[in-house]
Protein backbone atom coordinates (compact mmCIF):
# COMPACT_ATOMS: atom_id res chain seq x y z
CA UNK A 1 0.00 0.00 0.00
CA UNK A 2 1.13 3.51 -0.48
CA UNK A 3 1.06 5.64 1.77
CA UNK A 4 -0.94 9.64 1.08
CA UNK A 5 1.59 11.92 1.48
CA UNK A 6 0.41 15.61 2.56
CA UNK A 7 3.31 17.14 0.81
CA UNK A 8 2.18 17.38 -2.20
CA UNK A 9 3.11 19.04 -5.78
CA UNK A 10 0.79 20.76 -8.83
CA UNK A 11 0.64 17.83 -11.75
CA UNK A 12 1.74 19.10 -15.24
CA UNK A 13 -1.36 20.27 -17.30
CA UNK A 14 -3.00 18.28 -19.02
CA UNK A 15 -3.48 18.49 -22.87
CA UNK A 16 -6.52 17.81 -24.72
CA UNK A 17 -8.48 14.82 -24.74
CA UNK A 18 -7.09 11.33 -26.98
CA UNK A 19 -9.84 8.55 -27.82
CA UNK A 20 -9.67 6.63 -25.34
CA UNK A 21 -12.24 5.16 -23.33
CA UNK A 22 -12.46 4.83 -19.20
CA UNK A 23 -13.70 1.80 -17.10
CA UNK A 24 -14.66 2.52 -13.70
CA UNK A 25 -14.38 -1.03 -11.50
CA UNK A 26 -17.20 -0.21 -8.97
CA UNK A 27 -18.54 -3.29 -8.70
CA UNK A 28 -16.33 -4.98 -5.33
CA UNK A 29 -18.31 -5.76 -2.05
CA UNK A 30 -16.43 -2.97 0.40
CA UNK A 31 -16.05 -5.47 3.22
CA UNK A 32 -13.12 -3.94 4.89
CA UNK A 33 -14.52 -0.71 4.64
CA UNK A 34 -17.95 -1.92 5.40
CA UNK A 35 -19.75 0.52 2.73
CA UNK A 36 -19.96 0.87 -0.54
CA UNK A 37 -16.49 2.87 -1.89
CA UNK A 38 -18.75 4.01 -4.95
CA UNK A 39 -20.54 6.11 -2.40
CA UNK A 40 -18.10 7.53 0.11
CA UNK A 41 -17.95 11.41 0.07
CA UNK A 42 -14.66 13.38 -0.75
CA UNK A 43 -15.53 17.48 -1.13
CA UNK A 44 -19.07 17.65 -2.04
CA UNK A 45 -18.65 14.23 -4.31
CA UNK A 46 -18.72 10.64 -3.85
CA UNK A 47 -15.55 8.90 -5.01
CA UNK A 48 -17.69 7.52 -7.73
CA UNK A 49 -18.78 11.08 -9.50
CA UNK A 50 -15.56 12.89 -8.76
CA UNK A 51 -13.70 9.94 -10.57
CA UNK A 52 -15.85 10.35 -13.36
CA UNK A 53 -15.52 13.97 -13.55
CA UNK A 54 -11.85 13.58 -13.34
CA UNK A 55 -10.98 11.16 -16.17
CA UNK A 56 -13.84 12.63 -18.35
CA UNK A 57 -11.65 15.42 -19.11
CA UNK A 58 -9.41 12.48 -20.78
CA UNK A 59 -11.76 9.45 -22.12
CA UNK A 60 -14.81 8.92 -23.04
CA UNK A 61 -16.85 7.04 -23.48
CA UNK A 62 -16.87 6.09 -19.86
CA UNK A 63 -17.67 3.06 -18.31
CA UNK A 64 -18.77 1.74 -14.80
CA UNK A 65 -18.89 -1.74 -14.09
CA UNK A 66 -20.57 -2.99 -11.39
CA UNK A 67 -23.27 -4.96 -9.32
CA UNK A 68 -26.93 -5.69 -10.71
CA UNK A 69 -27.99 -5.17 -6.97
CA UNK A 70 -26.04 -1.71 -5.88
CA UNK A 71 -28.00 1.35 -5.75
CA UNK A 72 -25.40 3.80 -7.80
CA UNK A 73 -26.37 7.48 -8.77
CA UNK A 74 -24.59 6.94 -12.57
CA UNK A 75 -23.41 10.44 -13.63
CA UNK A 76 -24.47 11.63 -16.94
CA UNK A 77 -23.06 10.90 -19.92
CA UNK A 78 -22.25 7.39 -18.66
CA UNK A 79 -22.66 3.96 -19.35
CA UNK A 80 -23.27 1.62 -16.52
CA UNK A 81 -22.97 -2.28 -17.41
CA UNK A 82 -23.43 -5.30 -14.99
CA UNK A 83 -20.69 -7.56 -14.22
CA UNK A 84 -21.01 -10.53 -16.79
CA UNK A 85 -19.13 -12.52 -14.07
CA UNK A 86 -20.91 -11.45 -10.85
CA UNK A 87 -18.56 -12.08 -7.22
CA UNK A 88 -15.47 -13.22 -9.41
CA UNK A 89 -13.26 -10.47 -8.34
CA UNK A 90 -11.84 -7.42 -10.57
CA UNK A 91 -10.56 -9.52 -13.55
CA UNK A 92 -13.88 -10.58 -14.39
CA UNK A 93 -14.90 -6.75 -14.29
CA UNK A 94 -12.02 -5.79 -16.12
CA UNK A 95 -13.30 -8.65 -18.87
CA UNK A 96 -16.64 -6.74 -18.53
CA UNK A 97 -15.53 -3.12 -18.97
CA UNK A 98 -13.36 -4.33 -22.33
CA UNK A 99 -16.08 -6.26 -23.96
CA UNK A 100 -18.03 -2.82 -23.60
CA UNK A 101 -15.53 -0.53 -24.69
CA UNK A 102 -14.62 -2.50 -27.73
CA UNK A 103 -18.31 -2.59 -28.62
CA UNK A 104 -18.23 1.23 -28.34
CA UNK A 105 -15.77 1.29 -30.70
CA UNK A 106 -12.16 3.08 -28.67
CA UNK A 107 -9.04 0.37 -29.46
CA UNK A 108 -7.69 1.69 -26.22
CA UNK A 109 -8.75 2.10 -22.34
CA UNK A 110 -7.71 3.08 -18.61
CA UNK A 111 -8.77 1.31 -16.19
CA UNK A 112 -9.22 2.33 -12.79
CA UNK A 113 -11.09 1.00 -9.28
CA UNK A 114 -13.24 3.57 -7.74
CA UNK A 115 -11.45 3.36 -4.14
CA UNK A 116 -8.55 5.08 -6.19
CA UNK A 117 -10.01 8.81 -6.29
CA UNK A 118 -7.18 10.30 -7.27
CA UNK A 119 -5.72 8.97 -9.87
CA UNK A 120 -4.37 11.57 -12.24
CA UNK A 121 -5.74 11.73 -15.52
CA UNK A 122 -2.84 13.02 -17.38
CA UNK A 123 -1.64 9.37 -17.17
CA UNK A 124 -3.20 8.61 -20.02
CA UNK A 125 -0.39 9.93 -22.31
CA UNK A 126 2.16 8.23 -20.43
CA UNK A 127 0.66 5.09 -20.81
CA UNK A 128 -0.34 5.76 -24.30
CA UNK A 129 3.62 6.50 -25.34
CA UNK A 130 4.46 3.16 -23.75
CA UNK A 131 2.21 0.76 -25.37
CA UNK A 132 4.41 -0.14 -28.88
CA UNK A 133 2.92 -3.67 -29.70
CA UNK A 134 1.98 -4.34 -26.22
CA UNK A 135 -2.02 -5.32 -25.35
CA UNK A 136 -1.48 -3.81 -21.70
CA UNK A 137 0.53 -1.17 -19.84
CA UNK A 138 0.79 -1.66 -16.54
CA UNK A 139 2.56 -0.38 -13.53
CA UNK A 140 4.49 -2.82 -11.28
CA UNK A 141 5.94 -2.36 -7.58
CA UNK A 142 7.56 -4.82 -5.04
CA UNK A 143 6.79 -7.59 -7.62
CA UNK A 144 3.43 -6.63 -7.39
CA UNK A 145 1.51 -5.65 -11.06
CA UNK A 146 -1.54 -3.22 -10.51
CA UNK A 147 -3.92 -3.89 -13.16
CA UNK A 148 -6.83 -1.86 -12.31
CA UNK A 149 -4.37 1.51 -12.94
CA UNK A 150 -3.50 0.82 -16.26
CA UNK A 151 -3.90 0.89 -19.86
CA UNK A 152 -5.15 -1.82 -22.14
CA UNK A 153 -5.87 -2.16 -25.75
CA UNK A 154 -9.71 -3.27 -26.24
CA UNK A 155 -8.51 -6.01 -28.76
CA UNK A 156 -7.85 -8.18 -25.57
CA UNK A 157 -10.97 -8.36 -23.80
CA UNK A 158 -11.81 -12.01 -25.52
CA UNK A 159 -8.28 -13.18 -24.05
CA UNK A 160 -9.08 -12.07 -20.66
CA UNK A 161 -12.47 -13.12 -20.38
CA UNK A 162 -11.14 -16.23 -21.77
CA UNK A 163 -9.01 -16.31 -18.65
CA UNK A 164 -11.86 -15.52 -16.44
CA UNK A 165 -14.00 -18.18 -17.92
CA UNK A 166 -10.82 -20.67 -17.49
CA UNK A 167 -10.65 -19.79 -13.87
CA UNK A 168 -7.80 -17.56 -13.90
CA UNK A 169 -9.18 -14.50 -11.45
CA UNK A 170 -5.67 -13.34 -10.23
CA UNK A 171 -4.75 -10.19 -12.42
CA UNK A 172 -1.02 -11.02 -11.29
CA UNK A 173 -1.96 -13.86 -14.26
CA UNK A 174 -2.75 -11.19 -16.71
CA UNK A 175 1.11 -11.54 -18.45
CA UNK A 176 -0.14 -15.14 -19.32
CA UNK A 177 -2.96 -14.10 -21.25
CA UNK A 178 -2.22 -10.92 -23.56
CA UNK A 179 1.47 -9.26 -23.71
CA UNK A 180 2.26 -6.00 -20.98
CA UNK A 181 4.32 -3.75 -20.76
CA UNK A 182 5.47 -3.14 -17.01
CA UNK A 183 6.26 0.32 -16.02
CA UNK A 184 8.21 0.34 -13.11
CA UNK A 185 6.34 2.80 -10.85
CA UNK A 186 9.34 4.99 -9.97
CA UNK A 187 8.93 6.08 -13.64
CA UNK A 188 4.85 6.97 -12.79
CA UNK A 189 6.46 9.88 -10.63
CA UNK A 190 6.87 11.99 -13.51
CA UNK A 191 3.40 12.45 -13.77
CA UNK A 192 2.47 11.03 -10.66
CA UNK A 193 4.83 12.42 -8.29
CA UNK A 194 3.22 10.56 -4.84
CA UNK A 195 1.73 7.75 -6.72
CA UNK A 196 -2.15 8.55 -6.31
CA UNK A 197 -2.57 6.19 -9.09
CA UNK A 198 -1.70 3.06 -6.84
CA UNK A 199 -3.50 4.40 -3.51
CA UNK A 200 -6.25 2.47 -2.98
CA UNK A 201 -8.87 3.18 -0.49
CA UNK A 202 -9.77 -0.08 0.89
CA UNK A 203 -9.88 0.96 4.88
CA UNK A 204 -11.77 3.41 7.24
CA UNK A 205 -8.39 4.50 8.88
CA UNK A 206 -7.64 5.16 4.83
CA UNK A 207 -10.77 7.08 4.31
CA UNK A 208 -10.00 8.87 7.15
CA UNK A 209 -5.98 10.10 6.17
CA UNK A 210 -7.88 11.06 2.59
CA UNK A 211 -10.35 13.17 3.84
CA UNK A 212 -7.51 15.41 6.01
CA UNK A 213 -5.73 15.75 3.15
CA UNK A 214 -8.13 16.55 0.47
CA UNK A 215 -8.18 20.31 0.97
CA UNK A 216 -4.85 20.43 -1.14
CA UNK A 217 -5.04 17.24 -2.64
CA UNK A 218 -8.77 17.85 -4.58
CA UNK A 219 -7.50 20.53 -6.95
CA UNK A 220 -4.08 18.91 -7.90
CA UNK A 221 -5.68 16.37 -10.07
Not at 24 to 40: F, N, T, V, Y
Not at 66 to 78: E, N, S
Not at 83 to 94: I, N, S
Not at 184 to 194: G, Q, R, V, W
Request: with cysteine; hydrophobic share 45%; net charge neutral.
Amino acid sequence: MVAFNSMLTPLPSSPKPVPVAAIILAGGHSRRMGQDKALLKIGEQTFLQFLVGSLATRCSPVFIIGRQDQQLKIPAGCSFQVDRWPDQGPAAGLATGLEAAAAAGPSTALVVAVDTPCFPPGLVDFFLQRLDEFDAVIPFMDGHLYGLSALYRTSAAGRIAAMVQSGNLRLQELPDFVAVKQVAAETLKEIDPHLFSLTGVNTRGEYEQLRRIWPTTGSQI
